[in-house]
């Protein structure tokens, strides 16, 4: 049973390019939610996908986008990458009961460092 | 919009000893739930508390939910080099839009021999 998985693990880019960052949820997962870690602080939440749509979003500007996939993978595509994108990109899944509490089960992150 | 503190922001403990990790929401909560991260790792499912004075035990890890499910709190009682890392508290709050889970900025745990 494959858990959460996320490519690149490592990335390096400067600043005003674009990055696409790719997860595939946890085998039986149908939801994907999107987190920034800075160094030294708690995941803030980007947003959430389900149902190839967006479902939630936190306090990111558009600049940060995402898609989800028919078989509920997803993409977290970042553009005009400022130096304060910096950061551990997390990707975290949980099967969507409609009110029911959920467990989101974390992948291994990208880290992403703008130059 | 929703907040969730934890203090402290760092634990320094000798080992075997106790101590006790504390979170605070300022919205009322469907679920808490508790995080590892390991350094250089990302985190790791510990647990997740659901009922008003939830109390829950792992080993020698003890989880509380508060009564007005807006607080929790982790103990750790001898503790042990292995349990060094950051452990997180994350609130879930349930809305018809869907789900969202906020992060508490973690307690970093250093355990000196």
């Known amino acids: 049973d494959a858990g959460v998985t996320q490519s690149p693990t490592h990335l390096i880019k400067t600043r005003g390019q674009q990055v696409t960052l790719r997860c595939s949820p946890k085998s039986g997962h149908d939801t994907v939610s999107w987190y920034q870690q800075a160094l030294g602080q708690g995941p803030q939440f980007i947003f959430q996908y389900y149902e190839e749509e967006e479902r939630q979003r936190g306090n990111f500007p558009d600049r940060f986008s995402g898609h989800q996939f028919p078989n509920y993978s997803s993409e977290l595509n970042v553009n005009a990458l400022l130096l304060g994108d910096s950061a551990l990109y997390l990707c975290a899944s949980s099967l969507t009961g409609r009110g029911i509490a959920e467990t989101q089960y974390f992948g291994p992150g990208t880290r992403l460092l703008v130059l | 919009g929703q907040q969730v503190m934890q203090i402290p922001q760092y634990q320094h403990v000798q080992e075997g000893e106790d101590f006790t990790t504390y979170c605070n929401s300022s919205?009322?909560?469907?679920?808490i739930q508790w995080y590892k991260q390991r350094p250089g790792g990302h985190p790791v499912f510990l647990i997740q508390l659901v009922k008003s004075g939830e109390v829950k035990k792992q080993k020698r890890l003890t989880f509380q939910f508060g009564e007005a499910k807006k607080n929790s709190s982790l103990h750790i009682t001898a503790t042990q080099t292995t349990d060094v890392g950051t452990y997180f508290c994350?609130?879930?709050?349930?809305?018809?839009?869907?789900?969202?889970?906020?992060f508490g900025g973690g307690t970093r745990v250093l355990v000196k021999p």
């Open positions: 919205t009322t909560l469907s679920n």
């Open positions: 994350a609130g879930l709050v349930i809305k018809a839009a869907g789900n969202k889970l906020t």
